[in-house]
C-alpha cells in the first residue's frame, strides 16, 4: 500500500504529517456520535478512523459504515478489527480522492452522513468537497480546530465571517456544538479544537437565482474583504460595473454598497448576485 506524495514532507513524523492527534477518553468521542442523532437508518462516512475512537461507536449505531484511512497502518489495523463485521468497511485512502457525491448517491435507501476528526491540513479541502455533494448529504459533524469552527459558523460582521461562513450557511444549517480543549488528544495539538455540525436538509436561506454568479460574487467579495463592496464591482472582476449603474445595483438589490463584504450578510449577497445575474444578461 502506498502513501500519497502529496501529504508526505521529509523531516516531519506520520503524526504530524497526518494530523495524527487521538481522542483519549470515551466521553468526548461519545458526544460526537451523540450529536449524528438516529442512526439505524444511516450509512455512515467516517474521516480519518484512526484507532478508531468513534469508529467503534458508529459501528454499533448504523445501519452500515465506510471508513477513509490514509496511513496504511492504521487502515491495515482496523480493517482487522472489524473483519468479522460485514456492515463496516475500511478503506485505505486519501479522503480528498474519495467520491463523495457518488457515494453518497450510492447509499440509498440508507441516509448517507459524514463525520470525522479530521486533521488541519485537509480541512479546508473537505469543507468544500461536502459543500459540492450537499445534495447528496443529510447531516455532517466534524472536529475541526476551534478557530475553522468558528469560522464555519460565524455571524455576518465578526472578524471570524469569511467566504467559507457564507457557503455553509447558504447551502447548510451551520452549527458549533462544543469546545475539546487540546488536552483530550494524545498527543496534545498547540490548539483547541470544537465540534460543528452541518445540517444539509434544512438550509434557512433563500437560493440564488444563479448560483455560479453568487458563489463567484462572494468569492471575488472576500479576496478583498476589506475594500467597499462598490469598489471591487467596479473593477478587478468580470462585473466591471461603472458607477451610474452601482447606485442603480445598489437600489435594487437594497444592499448599501458602501459597506464591506464582510458587514454583508448570507441575503444580501443572495439578493446582490440576483441583480448582477440579470445585469450581466443585459450587457
Ligand atoms: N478519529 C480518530 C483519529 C483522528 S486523527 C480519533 O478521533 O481519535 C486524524 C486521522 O485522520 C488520522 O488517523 C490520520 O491518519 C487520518 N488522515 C489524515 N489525513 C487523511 C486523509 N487525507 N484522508 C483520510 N484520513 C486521513
Given at each position: 500500500m502506498k502513501e500519497r506524495g502529496t501529504i508526505q514532507g521529509r523531516g516531519r513524523s506520520r503524526t504530524q504529517r497526518l494530523g495524527q492527534h487521538f481522542l483519549a477518553g470515551r466521553g468526548i468521542a461519545g458526544r460526537i456520535v451523540d450529536s449524528l442523532g438516529e442512526l439505524a437508518g444511516c450509512h455512515v462516512l467516517e474521516i480519518g478512523p484512526g484507532r478508531g475512537a468513534l469508529t467503534g461507536l458508529l459501528a454499533e449505531r448504523a445501519a452500515r459504515l465506510s471508513a477513509l484511512e490514509l496511513d496504511s497502518r492504521l487502515a491495515a489495523a482496523a480493517a482487522a478489527g472489524f473483519e468479522s463485521n460485514e456492515r463496516v468497511e475500511i478503506v485505505h485512502i486519501d479522503a480528498l480522492h474519495f467520491d463523495i457525491a457518488a457515494w453518497a448517491r450510492s447509499v440509498a435507501p440508507l441516509l448517507p452522513v459524514v463525520v470525522g476528526n479530521i486533521p488541519y491540513s485537509i480541512t479546508n479541502d473537505l469543507l468544500h468537497k461536502l459543500i459540492a455533494a450537499h445534495r447528496e448529504l443529510g447531516a455532517v459533524v466534524l472536529m475541526l480546530q476551534q478557530e475553522v469552527a468558528r469560522k464555519v459558523t460565524a455571524p455576518a460582521g465578526g472578524k471570524p465571517y469569511g467566504m467559507i461562513s457564507v457557503l455553509c450557511a447558504y447551502h447548510a444549517r451551520a452549527e458549533y456544538l462544543f469546545t475539546v480543549g487540546r488536552g483530550n488528544f494524545v498527543p496534545p495539538p498547540?490548539?483547541?479544537?470544537?465540534?460543528?455540525?452541518?445540517?444539509?436538509?434544512?438550509?434557512?436561506?433563500?437560493?440564488?437565482?444563479?448560483?455560479?454568479?453568487?458563489?463567484?460574487?462572494?468569492?471575488?467579495?472576500?479576496?478583498?474583504?476589506?475594500?467597499?463592496?462598490?469598489?471591487?464591482?467596479?473593477?478587478?472582476?468580470?462585473?466591471?460595473?461603472?458607477?451610474?449603474?452601482?447606485?442603480?445595483?445598489?437600489?435594487?438589490?437594497?444592499?448599501?454598497?458602501?459597506?464591506?463584504?464582510?458587514?454583508?450578510?448570507?441575503?444580501?449577497?443572495?439578493?446582490?448576485?440576483?441583480?448582477?445575474?440579470?445585469?450581466?444578461s443585459k450587457a
Open positions: 498547540k490548539v483547541d479544537s470544537a465540534v460543528i455540525r452541518l445540517d444539509f436538509n434544512s438550509p434557512p436561506r433563500s437560493k440564488a437565482a444563479d448560483y455560479t454568479v453568487f458563489d463567484y460574487l462572494v468569492r471575488c467579495l472576500f479576496d478583498q474583504r476589506r475594500k467597499q463592496v462598490q469598489k471591487v464591482l467596479r473593477k478587478g472582476s468580470r462585473f466591471s460595473i461603472d458607477a451610474d449603474d452601482i447606485d442603480r445595483i445598489a437600489r435594487r438589490s437594497g444592499v448599501r454598497l458602501t459597506r464591506r463584504p464582510e458587514e454583508l450578510a448570507v441575503d444580501d449577497f443572495v439578493r446582490l448576485a440576483d441583480v448582477l445575474a440579470t445585469w450581466e
